[in-house]
C-alpha cells in the first residue's frame, strides 16, 4: 500500500512541473504568454468583449508553433502583433 501512495505522489509531483512541448504547453508558459499578450490591449479595442477570446487564441496560437514560451519569445512585435490582429479578426464583434 505505501508502494501505490509513493508512486501516485510521484507521478502528481512530477505532472506538476511538467516541461513544455509543441502543443501542450505547461500551466506556467501559457500564463506567461497571456501575460505578456496583454500589453497589447490597445491594439485590439475593435473586438470588443471578444478580447479573452484573442488573447486565448493567441496563446494557443504560440503553443502549437513552438516547443515553450521561451522559444516564442523571439519573434519580434511585428510578428506577435501580426498573430494577435489574425486572431482578432476570427473573433471580431459587433457590442
Same mark, same amino acid.
Given at each position: 500500500?505505501?508502494?501505490?501512495?509513493?508512486?501516485? +505522489?510521484?507521478? @502528481? #509531483? /512530477? @505532472?506538476?512541473?511538467? @516541461? !513544455?512541448? *509543441?502543443? *501542450?504547453?505547461?500551466?506556467?508558459?501559457?500564463? =506567461?504568454? #497571456?501575460?505578456?499578450?496583454? =500589453? %497589447?490591449? !490597445?491594439?485590439? =479595442? +475593435?473586438?470588443?468583449? @471578444?478580447? *479573452?477570446?484573442? /488573447?486565448?487564441? %493567441?496563446?494557443?496560437?504560440?503553443?502549437?508553433?513552438? =516547443?515553450? %514560451?521561451?522559444?516564442?519569445?523571439? $519573434?519580434?512585435?511585428?510578428?506577435?502583433?501580426?498573430? $494577435?490582429?489574425?486572431?482578432?479578426?476570427?473573433? /471580431?464583434? /459587433?457590442?
Amino acid at each position: 500500500m505505501k508502494f501505490v501512495l509513493i508512486v501516485l +505522489t510521484s507521478l @502528481a #509531483l /512530477f @505532472a506538476c512541473g511538467s @516541461a !513544455s512541448v *509543441k502543443g *501542450k504547453w505547461n500551466q506556467a508558459d501559457r500564463e =506567461e504568454a #497571456l501575460r505578456d499578450v496583454k =500589453e %497589447y490591449d !490597445s491594439a485590439i =479595442e +475593435t473586438v470588443g468583449t @471578444a478580447k *479573452k477570446l484573442c /488573447f486565448d487564441c %493567441y496563446v494557443d496560437s504560440l503553443e502549437k508553433n513552438y =516547443e515553450n %514560451y521561451e522559444a516564442a519569445k523571439r $519573434l519580434n512585435e511585428g510578428d506577435r502583433l501580426g498573430i $494577435l490582429m489574425d486572431c482578432a479578426i476570427k473573433n /471580431f464583434r /459587433f457590442d
